[in-house]
């Protein structure tokens, strides 16, 4: 423990230092190593020969990593074997150094040209949820035709706990009542934790659509939906 300007601060001790561990990969490699560290949680290890020298990309975490988890790293970078157990061991017990990327403020846009989405929102909150449901909701950005084509008339990420209805519904030939339904719909998701079968990921759930049928103008909506755009 230090104490700088009157605050205590907490020294963080690695098992290596960069040098260490390049010089112990390059022991494993048999071949001169340039090793850059990153914060990159997408990419935790990747490596490249170039002129003779293996270029190595690995996550800062790997300071920390021992000696039979960095003779594995080199092993699989001389592609003597495939699988890398305590590589995949050492990332689940130190997912705290993972810096996490603070989630992206989204500015939001409920007012449309003929359907206002808070409004809408409101009254579902209102007369379904008990006005419990707190996620957010926007029209979205993306190219309406596509969308539509794809039946993605609505989203709902979990992340930022944010619901995108598609902006061609914005249109005065979309009842109001269907508008309602797919904004009711994108709500029981934030309401409903996704279930699992097994290591399946079950979205539309027995229960999921027994509350969506609910909806008072379902049956309605459905097939407006049907003959419209299907």
């Known amino acids: 423990m230090q104490k700088e300007n009157g605050q205590h601060q907490l020294s963080i001790l690695f098992a290596n230092t960069e040098n260490s561990l390049s010089r112990a990969l390059e022991k494993g490699l048999g071949r001169p190593v340039s090793l850059v560290l990153t914060e990159n949680s997408s990419s935790m290890l990747s490596a490249r020969l170039r002129d003779g020298v293996m270029h190595v990309r690995l996550h800062s975490m790997f300071l920390n990593a021992g000696p039979d988890v960095i003779d594995e790293m080199a092993g699989f970078i001389k592609k003597r074997r495939n699988s890398m157990p305590l590589f995949r061991r050492f990332i689940r017990d130190n997912n705290s150094c993972i810096r996490r990327k603070p989630p992206q403020k989204v500015s939001l846009k409920t007012g449309g040209?003929?359907?206002?989405?808070?409004?809408?929102?409101?009254?579902?909150?209102?007369?379904?949820?008990?006005?419990?449901?707190?996620?957010?909701?926007?029209?979205?950005?993306?190219?309406?035709?596509?969308?539509?084509?794809?039946?993605?008339?609505?989203?709902?990420?979990?992340?930022?706990?944010?619901?995108?209805?598609?902006?061609?519904?914005?249109?005065?030939?979309?009842?109001?009542?269907?508008?309602?339904?797919?904004?009711?719909?994108?709500?029981?998701?934030?309401?409903?934790?996704?279930?699992?079968?097994?290591?399946?990921?079950c979205v539309h759930s027995a229960e999921f659509r027994r509350r969506e049928k609910m909806f008072r103008d379902y049956e309605r909506a459905v097939d407006w939906e049907r003959r419209t755009w299907r």
């Open 113 to 201: 040209r003929y359907h206002d989405l808070k409004e809408l929102y409101d009254e579902v909150n209102r007369e379904y949820f008990c006005g419990e449901i707190e996620a957010g909701i926007t029209w979205g950005s993306g190219k309406a035709r596509y969308a539509v084509r794809k039946r993605t008339l609505g989203s709902y990420s979990a992340g930022p706990n944010l619901i995108r209805i598609n902006p061609v519904m914005d249109n005065s030939r979309v009842p109001r009542y269907f508008i309602k339904y797919v904004v009711y719909h994108e709500m029981l998701h934030a309401g409903i934790a996704i279930q699992k079968n097994g290591s399946r990921r």
